[in-house]
């Protein structure tokens, strides 16, 4: 086994997540999974993306514009400067803002079209303490309301609306939202408005963010909304298990979507894919589809991997997730809907999910029954069809599944291939508890409830992802610029 010192292309805060990893499985990169994998190789791929410029026409330093990175000067006006200077070369082989080693401290900055924002190694964005400086937004039209509060919202620290060709990156640097003063006030019912994000780009096309560390969030970290065309890739994000709502990736009523080996430590869903709220969301009408999530770790004792909904009032489709790692994660994969949601999840497809101290493999349920007002439709019942799961292997697990749909609305087309799940000593029984589904099983251990029909020896292709892949599967970084 290699050492944590040898373990190739792993920044020094990813190897702070592999160790965190090692020391909740219990052992580092021994266990073995099943077909032979062990958990070093299911956790890691051995790639690191290469922080790329976009060989933009123009670049600066922050310095340029008055920034010092001296952790107590706030630079909230060199950032706002030196966006609407380089705004103006767009139109022009677009531009490029090198942020240098150094911490410094900003509030809320928008970003322009065709740029690059570029975090040294050893840069350190940190977000404003000030509350009452952060700029509020309108509620999202999908939602009707700030999703923590009935009021409007905080901007987040990073915000780019109706943009083309943006990409946020660096080598590793660090952006830290010292969340901590959030959280606090949440928690006391003391805020009057939506806690600011992290990253949040609207209305846009041709997204790229990769290659940070994604601290201490105030709230969700990286949510795209309303855009396509998105690849996140190699980010760390980290926060205290218990701090509140700090999801890892949020993709919101986006298509063409590809996340892919990303290292999530998080307070709530480590991916949460989302489409509006309610009345607001069905009228909104936008899905996010065509959504890719690959070699995903995640550490979430109190949420899920990945979780579709309970936002999902847009709908949610053809989303194709494959080597999932869930170590100490509450869930594997979850569907969140209630009465009053509307809208649909269908075409969910999850193969090679490996988990080690789960309560949940599969969770399901129709009674998630948060609602941002009372005029939502009573008669507005979500539709949940075709969930496919193929190998899937876990240990320690409390319950194998829980998944209850809505009665007379059964969520329907459920299919699990080569599941084989390892109880723990104090687990549940039975294993399952099931009501209002219906689908089919094969190879599943512990054998599943009735409601999931025996299809006896697993065939090919079963609950397989699609063979015919999607067009964000092969689109490059670069093809963005063309």
């Given amino acids: 086994m290699e050492s944590l010192n040898t373990i190739p292309f792993l920044s020094s805060q990813k190897l702070k997540t592999l160790w965190l990893v090692a020391v909740v499985v219990g052992v580092i990169g021994v266990a073995e999974g099943r077909n032979g994998r062990n958990w070093y190789e299911s956790l890691y791929s051995g790639r690191e993306y290469s922080a790329i410029s976009n060989n933009r026409a123009h670049s600066a330093s922050i310095k340029d514009f008055g920034g010092v990175g001296d952790g107590k000067t706030l630079n909230t006006k060199a950032f706002r400067e030196a966006m609407n200077n380089l705004s ?42 000030d509350i009452n400086t952060w700029p509020l937004i309108p509620p999202l039209p999908s939602y009707g309301q700030g999703r923590d509060t009935s009021g409007g919202r905080c901007i987040s620290l990073i915000f780019g609306s109706n943009l083309v060709d943006v990409v946020i990156t660096g080598n590793n640097g660090t952006i830290d939202g010292q969340g901590a003063l959030w959280w606090q006030q949440f928690r006391s019912k003391k805020l009057k408005y939506t ?3 992290l990253i949040e780009i609207m209305h846009s096309d041709q997204i790229q963010i990769s290659n940070l560390t994604l601290l201490n969030s105030p709230s969700w970290n990286v949510h795209p909304v309303y855009s396509s065309n998105i690849i996140i890739q190699g980010l760390t994000i980290l926060a205290p298990v218990k701090s509140a709502n700090t999801d890892g990736i949020n993709p919101d009523s986006c298509t063409n979507v590809r996340l892919e080996d990303n290292y999530i430590v998080a307070g709530d869903d480590c991916v949460a894919v989302k489409s509006g709220w309610d009345q607001y969301g069905i009228k909104y009408g936008k899905p996010t589809k065509q959504l890719i999530i ?49 809208g649909y999840v269908k075409n969910i497809y999850v193969k090679g999910l490996r988990a080690h101290t789960m309560k949940w493999v599969f969770l399901m349920s ?56 390892g109880m723990a000593k104090n687990g549940k029984k039975p294993a399952w508890n099931c009501s209002n589904i219906q689908g089919v099983a094969s190879g599943v251990v512990p054998p599943p409830c009735n409601l999931l029909h025996s299809q006896g020896p697993v065939k090919p292709g079963m609950c397989d992802l699609p063979p015919k892949k999607l067009e964000i599967h092969n689109m490059e970084e670069l093809e963005f610029q063309n």
């Fill in 195 to 197: 806690r600011p994000y």
């Fill in 88 to 129: 103006k070369y767009s139109a022009h082989g677009g531009a490029k803002l090198i942020v240098p080693a150094g911490k410094w401290l900003t509030g809320s900055f928008n970003l322009t079209s065709h740029f690059t924002l570029f975090l040294h190694k050893d840069a350190v964005l940190l977000a404003s303490q």
């Fill in 366 to 421: 129709g009674d998630y029954g948060d609602h941002p007002d009372n005029h939502f439709d009573p008669k507005a019942f979500p539709v949940v069809a075709g969930i496919n799961f193929r190998d899937v292997v876990a240990d320690n697990v409390t319950m194998a599944g829980k998944m209850e749909g809505i009665s007379g609305h059964p969520y329907t087309g459920v299919c699990m291939a080569n599941v084989t799940i």
């Fill in 294 to 342: 690959k070699r995903l770790t995640c550490i979430s004792p109190y949420s899920a991997a990945i979780a579709l909904g309970s936002e999902m009032s847009g709908g949610i489709e053809d989303v194709r997730a494959s080597d999932i790692t869930a170590v100490h994660t509450e869930s594997g994969v979850r569907i969140k809907s209630a009465i009053g949601r509307g």
